[in-house]
């Protein structure tokens, strides 16, 4: 069975969002082996300079890069990623599986996005829309996208 590991930056506070995470975690669990991570965002202060961002980002990349499992296929969620439609990204899934990556890291950055030495190294950059989502919102769009390609791939109606 395939391992899907979500590394996100910050908690899910809000019931409903963790309610709604939880609902697509088992869903998913028929599928594959499921772990998501949250990792502690750094605080910045209210207007924060470029510089300080940058060192936050630097700062939440290497506990990011502490918990890469080694081997398998890393995709990054982040704006300037590829767009997919939900057939294309279970594709593109697939592809890396039997590519042999038996084992997908999903990165969801903090509120101020992802350090650039993760996008570069990852194997997909992914978009989920040219808006704006917070990335609370991003973990649960994404498991059910996961679902989604689990479904399309099985020829489920679920898609449709």
Do not use: N, W
């Not at 309610?19 to 697509?24: F, G, K, S, V």
């Not at 918990?67 to 057939?87: F, V």
């Not at 594709?91 to 890291?105: D, H, I, K, P, Q």
């Not at 989502?133 to 996208?145: I, Y």
């Amino acid at each position: 069975m395939q391992k899907i590991t979500i590394l996100c930056v910050g908690k899910l506070k809000e019931k409903f969002y963790a309610d709604a995470a939880a609902e697509y975690a088992k869903r998913l669990s028929r599928f594959c082996r499921l772990e998501i991570a949250e990792l502690a965002e750094e605080r910045l202060p209210e207007d924060p300079s470029q510089a300080q961002i940058d060192r936050a980002l630097a700062a939440e990349a290497a506990r990011i890069t502490e918990r890469l499992p080694k081997g398998g296929a890393l995709i990054a969620l982040c704006i300037e990623g590829t767009e997919l439609s939900s057939p294309t990204l279970a594709e593109r899934l697939r592809t890396m599986t039997v590519s042999g990556a038996s084992e997908l890291t999903f990165l969801i950055g903090g509120s101020v996005g992802l350090d650039r030495s993760l996008k570069a190294r990852a194997d997909l950059r992914l978009s989920m829309s040219p808006m704006t989502f917070p990335h609370h919102l991003a973990r649960v769009m994404l498991l059910e996208q996961i679902y989604r390609a689990y479904q399309i791939q099985s020829g489920s109606r679920y898609h449709k």
